[in-house]
Nanobody, 123 residues
C-alpha cells in the first residue's frame, strides 16, 4: 500500500522559512515522481514542485522559483520541500504526492496523495 506521510507545516511570519518532509512507503521510491501540491481556500490546486527520484530532475511553479527547493533522500524514502522567503500567498494545505511515471510534471494529476499539512504565513 502506497503511503505518503507529510509533516512540517505550521505558522510562520512572512519572510520566514519552513521545511516540509514526506516519508514514503509501499512503492519503489526510485521509480516515481514525487510532488508537492497545494490548495488554498477558494483557489485551484497548484503543483508547487515535483521531482523525479530516478534522475533528480525538478520542476517549480513560477510562483515559488528561487524560494522553494525540493530534494530527496532516497536511502530514507523521504522528500523535502525547503520553503524560504515565505509570503502570505503561500498559505495553503500542502500535499505530498507520488506518480508512477517518474517523468511526470507538476501539471498532471498524480496517482497517490497523502494527507495535507497546513502552512500558514502571517503578514
Amino acid at each position: 500500500e502506497v503511503q505518503l506521510q507529510a509533516s512540517g507545516g505550521g505558522l510562520v511570519q512572512a519572510g520566514g522559512s519552513l521545511r516540509l518532509s514526506c516519508a514514503a512507503s509501499g512503492f519503489t521510491f526510485d521509480d516515481y515522481a514525487i510532488g508537492w501540491f497545494r490548495q488554498a481556500p477558494g483557489k485551484e490546486r497548484e503543483g508547487v514542485s515535483c521531482l523525479s527520484t530516478r534522475d533528480g530532475s525538478t520542476y517549480y511553479a513560477d510562483s515559488v522559483k528561487g524560494r522553494f527547493t525540493i530534494s530527496s533522500d532516497n536511502a530514507k524514502n523521504t522528500v523535502y520541500l525547503q520553503m524560504n522567503s515565505l509570503k502570505p500567498e503561500d498559505t495553503a494545505v500542502y500535499y505530498c504526492t507520488a506518480d508512477q511515471d517518474p517523468d511526470s510534471s507538476c501539471l498532471v494529476e498524480y496517482d497517490y496523495w497523502g494527507q495535507g499539512t497546513l502552512v500558514t504565513v502571517s503578514s
